[in-house]
């Protein structure tokens, strides 16, 4: 019979295992806490000490230490994500700019904030201890601590 997700993943807490799909090939550090209804896709790796929020959809990417994936996110494959970043509920990343190849995958930086609801455009990197606004529809780059709101994102404090 097939391991439950937290006999493969001892170190991890899961809010509600049976409400939460974890595939094969998923890597997730000791520490880590992955809410109700998450779906960790092939792939996905995981650092410690990170919060995966409910209802997220988390495709095959990296995902530092110490992170906090709030409620509903969707992160997309190939999305690299670092250290200590906050994304707040409802984010979505995006890998497939004219919806039909080729792809280009987000990059956020060390400590970087990302406000809720903020959509973040295929190849864009958000620099380290940036702060998106809620809302934001981030389309260029955002230098390392900047300020960027609006849609698109324009930065409106520079560190
Ligand atoms: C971006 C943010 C950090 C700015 O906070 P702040 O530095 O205190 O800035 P202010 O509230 O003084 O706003 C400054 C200006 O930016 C505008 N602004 C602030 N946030 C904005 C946003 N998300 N989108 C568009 N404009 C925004 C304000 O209207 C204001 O405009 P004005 O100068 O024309 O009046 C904050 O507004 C924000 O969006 N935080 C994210 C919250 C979030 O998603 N948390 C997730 C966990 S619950």
Redesign the pocket.
Known sequence: MAQSSEERFPNVRFYNAALTEVQDDVAIGDGARVGSMAILHAGARIGTGTTIGSHCNICACTIGNDVSI?TGCHITRGVVIEDGV?V??HVTTLNDKLQGGPLSYPHIGKGA?V???STILPGVTIGAGA??????VVTKDVPPGA?A??NPARV??QP
């Open positions: 709030q906050f707040g509920p904030r406000g809720g609801g702060i998106i606004g809620a809302g934001s300020v709101v609006g409106v404090r």
